[in-house]
C-alpha cells in the first residue's frame, strides 16, 4: 500500500509546478506580519526547521514540538522577515526566555501539540511586525472555510527551501471527515485541511508550527503540527494543525502569569 501511495506521490510531483510551500506563491512583504521563524543564530534558512505566530509583544505561539525541538540557547525568534536571504529594515532576531509547553503535550500523538515561547524584549510594532488575532474561543473553523497557510518549509518535491516567505490557500475540512482520511488518529482539538486534485498545496518539511489563518483576515486558527509519515509534499492525506480556539484558556493563562511576574 505505502509504494502505491509512493508512485501516487512520485508521479503527482512530477505533474504539479514546483513552486512553494507545496504547490503556493510568494507573498507580498507585510501581508503576514504575525510571522515568526524559529532559527539557530548562524543558520541559513537551508536549516530552519519551525516557525510560529506572534500573539502579543512578548509571546509568540508555535506547536510543542517546536519549543521541544528548538530548545537550544542558540535558537531567535525572528520577526519582520519576508526574504530570508538579505536583512531587511523591519527584521529582528529576538532570543527567547523560555517556552511554555501544554502541560498534556504526547509527542507520539501530537496531542495537545501547543507551546509559547516568551520573548527576552517586547516587540515593537511596525508594517512588517504586527499580532495576529485569536479566534472566539472554542470556535470551531467550519468544513469549507478559506484558509491561508504561511511558511518556509520546502517546495513541491522537497528540492530546495525559498527565500521569499510562501502561501497556499487551502479548505478546511470537517472534524470527521480529517479522523477518517488522516494518516493517523485525530482528535477534536485538531484542525485539518485538504485539496482535491493533481496540484494540490499543502505543508511541507521545514513548516512546522507555521500559521494558519482565515483568508485575508489575520485570525489564527491553526499552527502546523503533522503530515503523514510519508515525507512527499503534497501528501496525499490531510495536514494536521493544531486548534487554536480550543486552547485559549491555556494561552491565557499563560499571558496573565507572565503579566503578574512583569514578563508582558
Ligand atoms: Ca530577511
New binding site residues.
Partial sequence: MKFLIALTLAASCLIAPALSIADGEDTAQFAFPWMAAIRQVFDRPLFQTCSGAIIGQRFVLSTAYCCEAQRNDNYKIIVG????????VE?RHIGIVKHHLHPDYIPSQKHDDICVFELAEDLVWSAGVQPAALPARDAETPAESNVTLIGWGFTNGQVFRPDILQMVDLEAISDANCASSAFSATDDNMLCTYQEGVSRGGSCSGDEGAPLTLTGTNTLVGLMSWRDDAGACPSTFPDVYVEVSKYEEFIAGILAFANVTGAA
Fill in positions: 522577515d519576508w526574504d530570508s536571504s538579505v536583512n531587511e527584521e
